[in-house]
């Protein structure tokens, strides 16, 4: 229906955006090199800085030896496994072969007592004896290895316990810093966040507003950015506490501005038309009007069948006024007419009331909110 702002304004407002978000990231850069360049509190511990060094180095240098020692020992276990594996396999093949020589003479009625067969049976019992030796030898690597597995474990416990009470050392140490470091940063913008809402509820309407807006988007990142991240963690209850706390702000806000809303309301409906129409911004009431929303109430506003709506149905507002001079229906709020260009003041028709008294909507005040 209309244009709410002319094409030059509107080039300006982008305008405006541009320069507020231009300056917000300027703004941006600007806090994030300071919080990058100043020096922090103090230096991020490290868990080397919270170990015993002296005892374990100490438990080190008697694990060396027993490590070569366990290296040694597996070599010399695939070793003697492998030669054992060989003796095996010859005793069970030399005896294989005698059990069947054996047979081949007692099938020929040959003597058992033969030197032949005495000298076999003898080297089967070499090895045998073999054997067992390698056996033997497999025994002692398998007892040394868990011997000295067994030593190990015992070092790689204290080691361990030592490792582990410096860990804990350094988690304390750790969480100290990081409150520190998150304290570091809520100095710096928390100060920013505060400065920030107090501009933008006291000036940011002012000729002043692109600023103010950056401003603004600069403080939000910041505290989303750089302070939120770092917040200590607890278990999560400073998180989520926080989060509550927020949340309660903000509901308890919410609602404190709708009271205020639906009071302002309320006390513009009690005002005469003229002081309602001029506590009216022209573009809102034209993009209202656009809309077909009442610019006082902001209400939707409903055709009627039979006849034009000149006033709103919620609120009483004037919305469209006849042109005293040429007799036009238009939009109230034109500060001239469309068709003659008589201006509004010069009008003499009054917009207080509509022509016909009988016709006049009834004006109820809206419920206020419980």
Known sequence: MYQQLRAPERLFRIGQWCVAVLFAYFLTQVGASLIADVPSVSRAPAVEDFQDKAALSNLEQQRAPLLQREQSLQESARTQSDQLQKARDQYQHEKESFDNWKEARRSTGQSEQNPEVVLRARNLDQLLKQQKTVEAAVASVEDAHRKNAEQLEALNQQINTLNQAGYDRFLEANRIYSLKAFGFRLA?????????????????????????????????????????PYLPSFGGYIRYGV??????????????????????????????????????????????????HCPGCERKVVQTEGGNVNFCMHCGLKLFRQCGHCGLRHNAFFPFCPSCGTAAKEDTQTDTQPADASLSPTVSTPPAAG
Do not use: C, N
């Not at 100060?191 to 603004?216: C, E, H, N, T």
């Not at 573009?283 to 077909?292: G, I, N, Q």
């Open 188 to 228: 710096l913008v928390g100060p920013v966040l505060a400065l920030a809402i107090w501009l933008f509820r006291r000036y940011r309407k002012s000729d002043q507003w692109p600023f103010i807006w950056g401003f603004g988007f600069f403080a939000l990142f910041a505290f989303f950015f750089e302070l939120v």
């Open 243 to 292: 989060g509550a706390v927020l949340t309660f702000w903000g509901g308890r806000a919410l609602i404190a501005a709708l009271k205020a809303y639906l009071e302002r309301k309320q006390q513009e409906q009690a005002a005469p038309q003229e002081a309602r129409k001029h506590e009216i911004r022209y573009e809102k009431a034209l993009e209202s009007m656009a809309k077909s």
